[in-house]
């Protein structure tokens, strides 16, 4: 069983949709959670990143940590041409620890 | 600023060449990375470096060696090249201090083929 799952999709929503994507994780020491946006033939760039339980807003995009679920949510409200990306989440047990990433999920929004 | 270099961005190799990936960061980060991308596998962890002269093994560093001889640079090798070395090769740094998130900064990747 890998440590992080998330589905890879991919994922094809209209423009003005509300994106849901998720990871499921099964080592409850994780305490910190990223998100990375990857556009075609890049480089991964932070996102989003948040500590423990909760969620964290920026502009258009939520993230929600569930620890008693294990499990971790982006929301994109909006969804852009622009947002077009695969996105990957990434956590780790410490700030200064290794970082396990999902498989990252393919999103296309289709103007 | 420069960010993150890498070169080269595409190779082919033959099985058994070697090459040396070069990665480059003008951000004075303390923290290197090489990082590996397949398909359906996300991110696997190579080599980090902490700084000038130390390095330790990531997830998967069997084939591959590093070396950090300045903060700016931390290139990789691939001594005896094999098709499973197929993939992404990313390079990523970081800034870190006690207390601190660490955000990695990531370069565009080399697109390593082996036949």
């Known amino acids: 069983q890998k440590e992080v799952e998330q589905d890879p999709g991919p994922l094809s929503v209209p423009e003005g949709a509300i994106v849901s994507l998720n990871c499921t994780y099964s080592?409850?020491?994780?305490?910190?959670f990223m998100w990375y946006r990857q556009y075609s033939r890049k480089g991964p760039e932070l996102l989003m990143y948040?500590?423990?339980?909760g969620n964290k807003e920026d502009g258009r995009f939520t993230a929600q940590v569930d620890k008693s679920s294990k499990y971790i949510s982006l929301f994109i409200r909006d969804s852009q041409p622009s947002d077009s990306a695969t996105y990957l989440c990434a956590m780790s047990e410490t700030s200064g620890s290794r970082l396990t990433f999902g498989e990252g999920t393919q999103l296309t929004v289709n103007p | 600023n420069a960010g993150v270099t890498q070169t080269p961005k595409f190779r082919i190799l033959k099985i058994g060449q070697s090459m040396t990936l070069q990665c480059t960061q003008d951000m004075n980060h303390n923290y290197m990375y090489w990082y590996r991308q397949d398909p359906g596998m996300g991110l696997k962890l190579i080599y980090y470096s902490v700084g000038a002269g130390i390095t330790d093994k990531g997830e998967v560093p069997n084939g591959y060696n590093v070396s950090r001889s300045t903060t700016e640079d931390f290139p990789l090798r691939l001594e005896l090249a094999a098709p499973s070395q197929t993939s992404v090769y990313f390079c990523?740094?970081?800034?870190?201090?006690?207390?601190?998130?660490?955000?990695?900064?990531f370069g565009p990747g080399t697109r390593l083929t082996v036949l």
């Open positions: 080592n409850s020491a994780f305490q910190y």
């Open positions: 948040t500590y423990s339980s």
């Open positions: 990523a740094s970081s800034y870190r201090r006690t207390g601190s998130t660490d955000t990695q900064y």
